[in-house]
C-alpha cells in the first residue's frame, strides 16, 4: 500500500485522531465526536452546547438567541472573545475585528457545525490558534437553517459520504437560505441579516460541502472581494484566500481556489467555470457590503472525519489571520465605505458572467466512464 494512502487509511481508522478525547472535555464534545464522527447530533445538542460553554469559559463566552424559526426554534450564536464580554458597539468603538463563522446554511451540509464546535473548544483550551481571542470576537452560528437540520434522514444527501443521518437543504418553508441574502424573503435570513447589522464582521465564513462531483482535491476556498467588489479591497481578499490555502497544503490538503463546476454540466472535457457569485449568494452579498467572505466547500466523497477536520482546519488558519490582519481589514473596509458613501446613483454590478477567455491550470487527475443510470435511463 503506498506510503499517503496507509496514512489515510490509519486517519480512518482513528476518526477521532484530530480531537480532544479528555474527560474533562466530555460535555463539551459534540455527538459527532462521541460517535467517532459517524452521526452527527440533532438540534437540540446545540443550546445544550451553547450554555455548556458559555459555564465552562463565562469570561470569554456569551450564549445567545438572534431569532426563531418559523417552527419555533431559537437561532443560536456563541460569542466568544477573550479580553472582554463586547457588545457590538464596543467592538466597534475598539477597533476589535468580528468574524463570523456559519454552519449549516444547507442543513444537510452539517461539517460546519460539528467542525465550528471543535475549533471554538481547541481556541478556548489554548490548543490552537494561541491568543486569537484576545485579537478577535468571534460569532459562532453553528445551524442557520434550523428547522432544516431537524427533517433528519439517511437519504437526504445520498451522494454524500456520512455522516449516517443528517437535515435537507431548504427550510420548513422550502426557501434555500443561500439563496436569500438580497432578498431576505425568509425570518431565518432577516434575524441573520439583523445579526450582521449589528455586528458589521469583516469576515464571513460560510461553510458547505459539495454536491457530489467526484475528484481528489478535499476543500475548495473561494473569498471576495477578489473577482468583484472594490478594488482596493481585492488584494486583500486575494492574499486571504492564497495565505488559507497554502497553510491548508502544509497540513496535507489538496485545496482549490475555486468550485470544481464543469462549464458544461455533466463533461468533464467542457473545463471549470470560475466567477462572482451573485448577492442572494453569501460571497456576492457581503462585497457589496465591502466586506469579506469566504465560502468553504468540502469534498462530499470524502468520509466525514476528513471533511470535519478540513473545516476544523480551515477555521483556525482563518481566524489566526483575522487576529494578526484583522485591523489592517477593518481600515481598509471604512476606506472603501468611505470611497462610496453619500455619491448617489453608483452603478454596483449585481450579476457577472464569465468571458471566453480560459487557460490551463494543475488539477489532479482522474478517469471517468459515460454509462447508462439503471435509474433514470439517461
Known amino acids: 500500500m503506498p506510503l499517503r494512502a496507509l496514512v489515510l487509511a490509519l486517519v480512518l481508522a482513528c476518526p477521532t485522531a484530530f480531537a480532544n478525547s479528555s474527560p474533562a472535555a466530555d460535555g463539551l464534545q459534540t455527538i459527532a465526536e462521541r460517535s467517532g464522527f459517524v452521526k452527527t447530533g440533532r438540534y437540540e445538542e446545540v443550546p445544550q452546547l451553547c450554555v455548556a460553554f458559555e459555564q465552562a469559559w463565562p469570561a470569554t463566552v456569551r450564549c445567545r438567541e438572534f431569532g426563531r424559526t418559523p417552527e419555533g426554534r431559537p437561532m443560536q450564536v456563541l460569542v466568544a472573545s477573550a479580553k472582554a464580554h463586547f457588545e457590538p458597539a464596543q467592538a466597534r468603538a475598539a477597533g ?18 460539528d467542525a465550528g464546535f471543535l475549533a471554538l473548544r481547541e481556541l478556548l483550551e489554548g490548543k490552537a490558534g494561541h491568543e486569537v481571542l484576545d ?14 437540520h431537524e427533517r433528519f434522514g439517511r437519504w437526504n444527501r445520498p451522494n454524500q459520504r456520512g455522516p449516517e443521518e443528517m437535515g435537507w437543504r431548504t427550510t420548513v418553508r422550502n426557501h434555500n437560505l443561500n ?3 438580497a432578498k431576505a ?16 464582521p469583516i469576515l464571513t465564513i460560510d461553510l ?4 457530489g462531483a467526484q475528484f481528489e482535491h478535499d476543500i475548495a476556498i473561494q473569498v471576495e472581494p477578489l473577482h468583484g467588489g472594490d ?17 491548508l497544503e502544509k497540513q496535507g490538503h489538496l485545496p482549490l481556489p475555486f468550485y470544481p463546476s464543469f462549464e458544461i454540466y455533466d463533461d468533464p472535457s467542457s473545463g471549470f467555470a470560475d466567477g462572482v457569485a451573485d448577492p442572494r449568494f453569501s460571497t456576492g452579498y457581503f462585497l457589496l457590503r465591502n466586506r469579506f467572505a469566504m465560502l468553504v466547500e468540502t469534498h462530499s466523497w470524502r468520509r466525514y ?7 476544523r482546519n480551515t477555521l483556525i488558519a ?5 487576529a494578526s490582519q484583522g485591523r489592517d481589514w477593518l481600515a481598509a473596509a471604512h476606506a472603501a465605505d468611505s470611497r462610496t458613501a453619500g455619491i448617489g446613483g453608483q452603478r454596483e454590478p449585481l450579476s457577472y458572467a464569465a468571458s471566453a477567455s480560459s487557460r490551463l491550470i494543475e488539477f489532479r487527475g482522474y478517469a471517468y466512464t459515460r454509462t447508462t443510470s439503471e435509474v433514470s435511463g439517461a
Open 305 to 311: 472525519p476528513e471533511r470535519v477536520r478540513s473545516t
Open 208 to 211: 458547505h460541502a459539495t454536491n
Open 231 to 247: 478594488a482596493q479591497l481585492r488584494p486583500i481578499g486575494k492574499n486571504l484566500r492564497d495565505t488559507v490555502i497554502a497553510r
Open 185 to 200: 424573503d425568509s425570518p431565518e435570513m432577516q434575524a441573520m441579516l439583523a445579526l450582521v447589522e449589528a455586528w458589521d
Open 318 to 322: 482563518s481566524l489566526e489571520l483575522a
Open 179 to 181: 439563496r436569500d441574502y
Open 135 to 148: 485579537h478577535v470576537v468571534l460569532l459562532f452560528v453553528p445551524v442557520f437553517n434550523v428547522d432544516g
Open 96 to 113: 476589535v475585528p468580528v468574524v463570523l463563522v456559519q454552519g449549516g446554511i444547507h442543513a444537510g451540509e452539517i461539517d460546519g457545525k
